[in-house]
């Protein structure tokens, strides 16, 4: 157990909904990553933010959105959902001044029907 | 930008011999490399890093790695494979800078590991 939670662990929904996908740090950690793991693309880097504010981007649509509150939980946002959207999303987490070290959640697998 | 290559989908071993899984790298400045493990339906678990120091670094479970340099390879190695070691694996790199830590990984290696 990496002291990451996701909730939820699964998600089914239709094309064009909206959903959102919860992440808690390990205590004391700052920084939340997301990342996105799909047969088509792999394992890829999609938003950092650190301690509420965003820190480095990757290639994340303009269809998804996160944030990071005061008490340093993260949501992901995914709008207008399209069937290639289905995929595990990982949450991670890490120490402050320790951001090789990534500790992943358990991931929670959406899919889009 | 920095990139890891797995040239290998697939590695198939008999229990007892000893693994690799190849990975190179391609990077501007000193590499900060890992390997990751995710088991079926499982999430990701860290093997091990290399940021500086030795060449040759050990992680759980029985696995080390070796950075070369003049290869840019990080190659994962283990003396005697066990079925339980089966899985897929990724090979790492650290992009950004200060508190920016975005991990880039490789498309992955499925081990294969059998009785």
């Known amino acids: 157990d990496s002291g990451v939670t996701q909730t939820p662990k699964h998600l089914i929904t239709a094309t064009g909904q909206r959903v959102t996908l919860r992440c808690s740090p390990r205590s004391g950690d700052l920084s939340v990553y997301w990342y996105q793991q799909s047969l088509d693309q792999g394992l890829q880097f999609l938003i950092q933010?650190?301690?509420?504010?965003?820190?480095a981007k990757g290639n994340i649509l303009e269809r998804f959105s996160a944030q990071q509150f005061p008490d340093l939980h993260s949501e992901l946002n995914l709008s207008s959902l399209e069937l290639g959207d289905s995929a595990l999303y990982f949450c991670?987490?890490?120490?402050?001044?320790?951001?090789?070290?990534?500790?992943f959640g358990p991931g929670t697998r959406l899919l889009v029907l | 930008a920095q990139s890891v290559a797995q040239p290998e989908d697939q590695v198939n071993v008999a229990e007892g011999n000893p693994l690799t899984v190849k990975c190179t790298y391609s990077?501007?400045?000193?590499?900060?490399l890992f390997w990751y493990v995710q088991y079926p339906n499982r999430g990701l678990q860290f093997l091990l890093k290399?940021?500086?120091?030795?060449?040759l670094v050990k992680g759980s479970y029985g696995f080390e790695a070796e950075f070369n340099k003049s290869q840019t390879s990080f190659h994962l190695k283990k003396p005697s494979a066990l079925v339980s070691d089966s899985a897929l694996y990724f090979c790492v790199v650290l992009e950004g800078s200060g508190n920016t830590g975005k991990l880039i990984f490789g498309q992955g290696t499925t081990l294969q590991v059998k009785p």
């Open positions: 991670a987490s890490s120490p402050p001044g320790l951001r090789e070290t990534q500790y």
């Open positions: 933010y650190y301690n509420g504010e965003e820190r």
């Open positions: 290399y940021i500086t120091g030795d060449n």
């Open positions: 990077v501007s400045g000193n590499p900060y």
